[in-house]
């Protein structure tokens, strides 16, 4: 008697390519995708009109250089992050006292340049720094209006709040302290504090 030749069991891959597919889709819908996360400035509205040089007194500018070692240069002179909160309150307030500030509230600009190995983490602690004086400034002008003091946490609570109050406080201070920041174009070259 000859032996019958069993023969191997086969497994049905028919609807592998259906439950894949139901995976695939499953995992789409269900899946979140991070979104980045940048830094919140409003930047101003694009404008169609040709670019308009505008002359500033040098003595209105507030200069800061990063370079790509993170060192600051400081109205052309070695800086640390520690004395830029305090130098823009005197800039700004300054009213043409001293000529190396500013002439008014209305005519000082800060001018932050980078260089293209500047960190994030450096340039945004600049302008931490810069926003912060800012900041104080306006709480203490707040502070002058309503006739007591205003700390900087209080004053941005009074950003944030709608009663008409608070309103024409933060209004007013942002008019007579309009806080003009530039972000001057990164250079490739690297600066060198002196």
Aim: net charge positive; charged share 30%; glycine share 6%.
């Amino acid at each position: 008697m000859a032996r019958k030749k069993r023969e191997t069991a086969g497994v049905n891959a028919s609807s592998m390519a259906d439950i894949a597919f139901l995976l695939l889709i499953f995992f789409l819908v269900t899946t979140t995708i991070a979104s980045d996360k940048g830094l919140n400035v409003l930047l101003p509205p694009k404008n169609s009109d040709q670019k308009q040089d505008v002359e500033i007194n040098k003595r209105n500018v507030y200069s800061i250089l990063i370079n790509s070692n993170n060192e600051l240069l400081i109205e052309d002179k070695p800086g640390r992050i520690g004395q830029i909160k305090r130098d823009i309150k005197k800039h700004v307030r300054n009213y043409g006292k001293d000529p190396n500030f500013s002439d008014s509230p209305d005519a000082a600009v800060v001018s932050i340049k980078t260089d293209r190995g500047t960190t994030y983490e450096v340039y945004l602690a600049v302008l931490d720094r810069v926003r912060a004086g800012y900041h104080e400034i306006r709480a203490d002008y707040i502070g002058e209006i309503a006739g007591r003091t205003i700390t900087v946490d209080h004053y941005l609570e009074i950003a944030q709040q709608k009663t008409e109050e608070h309103r024409i406080w933060y209004e007013a201070a942002r008019k007579k302290f309009p806080m003009r920041i530039s972000d001057a174009e990164p250079s490739d070259g690297k600066a060198i504090a002196k």
